[in-house]
């Protein structure tokens, strides 16, 4: 699917059942500057969604596996029986835990991250959308919008998205691709 289709991925959506009690999940995964915030955002638009931020919870450059964990237990989990799911913020300038993002039961809850369609929270996912583009595309859209901030940190995160998705195997379970190196910007 390529470029997005906003309208294919909504009939998508709406055929698939909740998984996660009355909730339907949509994981937007794939390797970082692959577009899937924009993706992300813009299904969100469309459908009236509430979307999590992975980036916004990560524990730090080295904290991505920690990551899949907290989702489940602090917000899939206490979605899935209609309590309200928290997770902390991570307080990038202070590099520790900040403020809690508070998750509600909501019809329609998009996970927007590196990690989101992980195995541990595939069973309250209802649609997997994975979004890739060329390597000198992604690595360049991640730089730019982090104002150089990332550019220290980009192997140490590829290497943890590498060894993540090669165990995860993510783009295998994907229920559709998503091509995003010929979007303009």
């Not at 916004?56 to 080295?62: I, L, Q, T």
């Not at 979605?79 to 307080?91: C, K, L, Q, T, Y």
């Not at 090669?166 to 303009?184: F, I, K, M, Q």
Request: net charge neutral; charged share 25%; with cysteine.
């Amino acid at each position: 699917m390529n470029p997005i289709r906003y309208r294919e991925l909504g009939r998508l959506i709406a055929s698939r059942q909740p998984a996660c009690g009355s909730t339907t999940v949509i994981a937007v995964d794939g390797p970082s500057g692959s577009g899937k915030t924009r993706l992300a955002d813009g299904l969100a638009r469309v459908s009236g969604a509430a979307v999590l931020h992975l980036d916004d919870m990560y524990p730090g450059w080295h904290g991505l596996e920690a990551t899949p964990p907290m989702v489940r237990t602090g917000v899939l989990d206490r979605v899935a029986v209609d309590e309200i799911g928290e997770v902390s913020r991570w307080d990038w300038d202070a590099n520790r835990p900040g403020r809690l993002i508070r998750v509600p039961p909501t019809p329609l809850l998009i996970l927007d991250g590196v990690g989101s369609g992980a195995r541990l929270l595939r069973p309250f996912i209802s649609v997997l959308i994975w979004v890739d583009a060329p390597l000198d595309v992604r690595k360049r859209r991640a730089l730019e919008r982090d104002a150089g901030v990332y550019e220290p940190f980009w192997d140490i995160w590829a290497e943890q998205e590498a060894r993540h998705f090669a165990a995860e195997e993510t783009r295998g379970h994907a229920d559709v691709v998503v091509n995003t190196g010929s979007l303009p910007r």
